[in-house]
T-cell receptor, first 111, second 114 residues
Framework: GNSVTQMEGPVTLSEEAFLTINCTYT??????LFWYVQYPGEGLQLLLK?????DKGSNKGFEATYRKETTSFHLEKGSVQVSDSAVYFC??????????FGSGTRLQVQP | DADVTQTPRNRITKTGKRIMLECSQT?????MYWYRQDPGLGLQLIYY???????NKGEISDGYSVSRQAQAKFSLSLESAIPNQTALYFC?????????????FGPGTRLTVL
């Protein structure tokens, strides 16, 4: 079956620090990969996505590269801001199936 | 107006009561989903529907039922609520197009079962 493993949080960083949130997956078939973000009190919203090996998804300064050889899709940002404080979810989908989510990683950015 | 709306936003109920959570969307999407979110567990899929006549169980469907009344409406019912169904419930939609098939989430319903 499909599964997604994320690093446990919370991740606490100072403003302008470099961010990495690790995500690895197992999948039957060839998955599409996603990062969703949940701001306090809100539903999830798509942050970025990639559909094939070596694709790089990017949005709002965040990036993630689809690494088939290591079954990973790590999220990175060069300089985080307080407004990036949220919970980040890695997810995958194969075929017609619904998304499979990781457990989420809470990011706290301090001024 | 929001594309995906959920009602109610908060609900407190007692063990054994029947509860219905409603979801409406204006995105024109065929696919709709219900998830529950528990702290530290991410989102777990309860039910999903690829169109009005296609409803499927997810990972944790026991104790829940759904109704797809129209393309735009997808309701989740707890026939006899129990305390471990206390959670945050999200509805989502997607258009089912291509490999990316982005899901759009509602704001969530916080359910407490006493």
């Amino acid at each position: 079956g499909n599964s997604v493993t994320q690093m446990e949080g919370p991740v606490t960083l100072s403003e302008e620090a470099f961010l990495t949130i690790n995500c690895t997956y197992t999948a039957t078939g060839y998955p599409s990969l996603f990062w969703y973000v949940q701001y306090p009190g809100e539903g999830l919203q798509l942050l970025l996505k990639a559909t094939k090996a070596d694709d790089k998804g990017s949005n709002k300064g965040f990036e993630a590269t689809y690494r088939k050889e290591t079954t990973s899709f790590h999220l990175e940002k060069g300089s985080v801001q307080v407004s990036d404080s949220a919970v980040y979810f890695c997810a995958l989908r194969t075929g017609r199936r619904a998304l499979t989510f990781g457990s989420g990683t809470r990011l706290q950015v301090q001024p | 107006d929001a594309d995906v709306t959920q009602t109610p936003r908060n609900r407190i109920t007692k063990t054994g009561k029947r509860i219905m959570l409603e979801c409406s969307q204006t995105k024109g999407h065929d696919r709709m989903y219900w998830y529950r979110q528990d702290p530290g567990l991410g989102l777990q899929l309860i039910y999903y529907s690829f169109d009005v006549k296609d409803i499927n169980k997810g990972e944790i469907s026991d104790g829940y039922s759904v109704s797809r009344q129209a393309q735009a409406k997808f309701s989740l019912s707890l026939e006899s609520a129990i305390p471990n169904q206390t959670a945050l419930y999200f509805c989502a939609t997607s258009d089912g197009q291509g490999l990316t098939d982005t899901q759009y989430f509602g704001p969530g319903t916080r359910l407490t079962v006493l």
